[in-house]
């Protein structure tokens, strides 16, 4: 069964570094997302992208994030001068119409 | 804006005790309503999911009816078993506003005694 996948599973780094979280999508669908879960707290949407832009993003997906979509397979999103409040669980999802599957997660832990 | 209510957790049962986690949302437009599941250490799996009022989603034993009336999505189970312990979150998307993004609840931790 096809299904998201992450890259790293945890990540640690120094406050001020940058990072690149990567994800492969389903490969037959056409929107990707991302969203976050800081420990104990609720998931949070990030940004969706669609035909190779962003679709809609949300308050928390300011100028310190950007997200790519670099070749056919990957959807990248970069975290530039990482703050400890960065820390949380990252999740990847894609879907073709309203159903969105999501991938296992990216630990990041800015130290 | 969209939001989703979710009941306070955590729920603990005994195995194969009737499982009730309520649900509530506000929309401005006609959302469709999930419930996803994280089992320890995982990520979101979707359980079941309802796309207009009066639709049922089921999945594994679990049913969630949406009530437009009541704007609910209440999530049930019969009997619950150890291998449901986990945290159930409630989302919607509005699709009708173009908004695909999934807003969540914040979950409720199920934890079921043998």
């Known amino acids: 069964e096809p299904e998201v996948t992450q890259t790293p599973s945890h990540q640690v780094t120094q406050m001020g570094q940058e990072v690149i979280l990567r994800c492969v999508p389903i490969?037959?669908?056409?929107?990707f997302y991302w969203y976050r879960q800081i420990l104990g707290q609720k998931v949070e949407f990030l940004v969706s992208?669609?035909?190779?832009?962003?679709?809609?993003k949300s308050e928390i997906f300011d100028d310190q994030f950007s997200v790519e979509r670099p070749d056919g397979s990957n959807f990248t999103l970069k975290i530039r001068s990482t703050k400890l409040e960065d820390s949380a669980m990252y999740f990847c999802?894609?879907?073709?119409?309203?159903?969105?599957?999501f991938g296992p997660g990216t630990r990041l832990t800015v130290l | 804006g969209d939001s989703v209510t979710q009941m306070e957790g955590p729920v603990t049962l005994s195995e194969e005790a009737f499982l009730t986690i309520n649900c509530t949302y506000t929309?401005?437009?006609?959302?469709?309503l999930f419930w996803y599941v994280q089992y320890p250490g995982e990520g979101l799996q979707l359980l079941l999911k309802?796309?207009?009022?009066?639709d049922k989603g089921s999945n594994k034993g679990f049913e969630a009816t949406y009530r437009k009336e009541t704007t609910s999505f209440h999530l049930e189970k019969g009997s619950v078993q150890v291998s449901d312990s986990a945290v159930y979150f409630c989302?919607?998307?509005?699709?009708?506003?173009?908004?695909?993004?999934?807003?969540f609840g914040s979950g409720t931790r199920l934890q079921v005694q043998p």
């Open positions: 490969s037959n669908h056409l929107y």
């Open positions: 992208f669609y035909n190779n832009e962003i679709s809609e």
């Open positions: 999802a894609s879907s073709q119409k309203d159903e969105q599957f």
């Open positions: 309802a796309t207009k009022a009066d």
């Open positions: 929309a401005t437009g006609y959302p469709s």
């Open positions: 989302a919607l998307s509005d699709a009708f506003t173009g908004r695909r993004a999934l807003t």
